[in-house]
C-alpha cells in the first residue's frame, strides 16, 4: 500500500469516525438549546476555517472564490447545512439519534435522485431497485410513527441538496466552509448578543464546567471536512462510497447502546431495509466501477 494510500485511508477514516461521534460530543451540551449550541458552531467555526486557510497559505484562493456567482451559490449551501446542523443537534438533544442516522443512511440514495434530476445523470436499473427498497423501509418508518420521519428526511435532503450546490462550484472545501460561515456568522453573532441580554442567557453557556466544551464546535465541524478534502484526492470513490457508512452506523450504535433509544421489532424491519437497499446501491456502484476501468484500458489500448 502506497503511502498516498494509507493517508487517504486514515483521513477518511478520521472524518467518518469524528462524524460518528458527534452525538457524545452534543449530548454532554445538551443543557444548551439547539438554537444557541447552532450560533456557537457558527461563530467559533469561522475562526477555525481562519486558522486553517493561514496554516495552508491559501488567501489568494480564497480571494479569487469571492465572485458574485460562487457567493451566491456559498449561501445557498450555507442556509441549507446551517438547517441540517440545526436539525440534527435537535434530534441529539429530542434522543432521536436513531432517527438521524437514517437519514444519513438514506443520504446517498437521494444524492442519486438529485443527480438524476438536476445533472440528467441516469440510473442503473439496480439503482432503481435500491431507492424503491429504501422507499419501503421509510414507508415502514412512516406506518410505525403515524407520521413521516422527518428528521430523517430533512437531513438527508438539505445534505444532498448541499453536496449538489457544492458541486456546482469549483471551491476547496476550506475555502467553501470558510465562505459560508463567514455569510452565518453575523446573524448568529447577532443572536448572541441578543440572547445574552435575556434572563438566564450568555455568551458562552449557563455556567457549567461543561460550557468550556463550548469553542470545540468550531474544530469539530471543520477537521473532518478537511480531512474528507483529504481523502477524497487519494481515495477512489468506491471505496469513499462504502466507508460513508461507517458514521451512521456509529451513530445508530450510540443511539441504541449507549443512550438507550428504544428500538423494535417494526424499527428492525425499516432499517432491514434500508441496509438492504444500501447493500445493493454499493454493490452495483463497485461493478460500475469496475466495468468503466476496463472499457478505458481497453479503449487506450484500440
Known amino acids: 500500500m502506497s503511502s498516498e494510500l494509507r493517508f487517504g485511508l486514515f483521513s477518511a477514516f478520521g472524518a467518518y469516525l469524528l462524524w460518528g461521534g458527534l452525538p457524545l460530543y452534543f449530548r454532554l451540551l445538551d443543557h444548551i438549546a439547539p438554537e444557541e449550541m447552532l450560533a456557537h458552531r457558527i461563530v467559533w467555526g469561522l475562526p477555525t476555517a481562519l486558522l486553517f486557510i493561514a496554516a495552508a497559505a491559501r488567501w489568494k484562493d480564497l480571494r479569487g472564490a469571492l465572485t458574485r456567482r460562487r457567493l451566491g451559490f456559498l449561501a445557498i449551501s450555507a442556509t441549507l447545512i446551517a438547517i441540517n446542523w440545526l436539525v440534527y443537534i435537535w434530534a441529539v438533544s429530542a434522543e432521536r439519534v436513531t432517527e438521524a442516522s437514517l437519514g444519513y443512511f438514506i443520504n446517498p440514495l437521494v444524492s442519486v435522485l438529485i443527480g438524476m434530476v438536476f445533472f440528467s445523470e441516469k440510473l442503473r436499473t439496480a439503482q432503481w431497485v435500491a431507492i424503491a427498497i429504501a422507499a419501503s423501509g421509510v414507508g415502514v418508518l412512516t406506518w410505525e410513527l403515524g407520521r413521516l420521519p422527518w428528521v430523517s428526511l430533512v437531513l438527508c435532503f438539505s445534505f444532498a441538496t448541499y453536496g449538489a450546490v457544492r458541486k456546482k462550484i469549483s471551491v476547496d472545501s476550506r475555502i467553501g466552509f470558510c465562505i459560508e460561515t463567514a455569510l ?3 446573524v448568529a453573532f447577532i443572536w448572541l448578543a441578543w440572547f445574552q441580554t435575556t434572563e438566564g442567557g450568555g455568551w458562552v453557556g449557563d455556567g457549567r464546567w461543561l460550557d468550556w466544551l ?19 484526492k487519494r481515495l477512489k470513490l468506491a471505496t469513499i462510497g462504502m466507508m460513508q457508512y461507517m458514521t451512521p452506523t456509529i451513530q445508530f ?49 484500440t
Open 214 to 232: 463550548l469553542p470545540l464546535a468550531g474544530p469539530i465541524t471543520a477537521v473532518p471536512l478537511i480531512l474528507f478534502a483529504l481523502a477524497a
Open 184 to 186: 452565518l456568522f453575523p
Open 253 to 301: 450504535l450510540i443511539a441504541v447502546l449507549l443512550f438507550r433509544e428504544p428500538f423494535g421489532t417494526v424499527d428492525a424491519i425499516a432499517f432491514g431495509l434500508i441496509w438492504t437497499a444500501l447493500i445493493v446501491f454499493t454493490t452495483d456502484s463497485v461493478m460500475g466501477e469496475r466495468k468503466a476501468r476496463r472499457l478505458a484500458r481497453a479503449a487506450r489500448y
